[in-house]
């Protein structure tokens, strides 16, 4: 029985489309893969150097973005915020955000204080906190945003104690008028307030990405290799 093989344009064509696309896909996930290998590398750096005090002058977030900052001032109780859908350990709850005057100056910066539970029975009910006056001295990390989950509705009117799903800075510096520092700061360290301050790792999602990259390479060897399997079989006398 002689085996031979028929070339056929139309699967040829499919073929070579379906592994091109495999492979643009695969090396766009090897892409993403090293960014987040060098944010990885970023956090460690920011983690090793000495913390940054933060001042008056305005900062780009790229230049503070994961490094350990530190700062001196008053916080803004009358706007603070709360980031809803923040689970922790299996329990509902927000994100504190609240505004905090640096030192001698009239520059803000959004402040993550911590995560407290919310109310089982009465979802609108505000947790109960504690807030230090006068002059304090906090720690923490700069993050870009206070993070995002899926937006479920509308987003309501944005003011004092609003509880929202997601904030950006400039949202709140245009709503409240405090001109703030374009990123926000994730509080570390312990302190008598009620708030719970176990803050999750960042998820980079490194082998995820390999893992769909892989996928993509699969993909594409399997759209030449079925080209060159049918092939043969229609060959076949």
Excluded: C
């Amino acid at each position: 029985m002689r085996i031979g093989f028929r070339f056929r344009w139309v699967p040829f064509v499919a073929a070579v489309l379906v592994a091109a696309l495999g492979v643009v896909l695969a090396q766009w996930q090897e892409g993403r893969a090293e960014q987040k290998m060098a944010l990885e590398a970023k956090l460690a750096a920011g983690d090793a150097d000495a913390p940054l005090v933060l001042g008056a002058a305005p900062l780009a977030p790229e230049a503070v973005e994961l490094r350990r900052v530190v700062v001196s001032g008053q916080f803004v109780p009358g706007w603070a915020l709360y980031l809803e859908n923040r689970p922790y350990q299996g329990r509902a709850g927000f994100y504190l955000l609240m505004p905090f005057r640096i030192a001698d100056s009239n520059m803000h910066v959004l402040v993550e204080r911590g995560w407290l539970p919310r109310h089982s029975a009465e979802r609108a009910r505000l947790p109960v906190y504690a807030t230090p006056s006068g002059n304090v001295t906090i720690e923490g990390v700069a993050r870009r945003s206070p993070g995002h989950v899926m937006q479920l509705g509308s987003a309501p009117l944005l003011r004092p104690n609003a509880i929202v799903q997601n904030v950006e800075v400039e949202q709140v510096a245009e709503a409240s008028g405090l001109t703030l520092q374009p990123f926000v700061i994730e509080q570390s360290g312990a302190a008598d307030d009620h708030l719970v301050r176990d803050w999750p790792p960042p998820s980079l999602g490194v082998e995820k990405h390999r893992g769909y990259a892989f996928q993509w390479y699969a993909l594409a060897l399997m759209a030449l290799l079925f080209f060159l399997v049918t092939g043969l079989r229609r060959g076949t006398s």
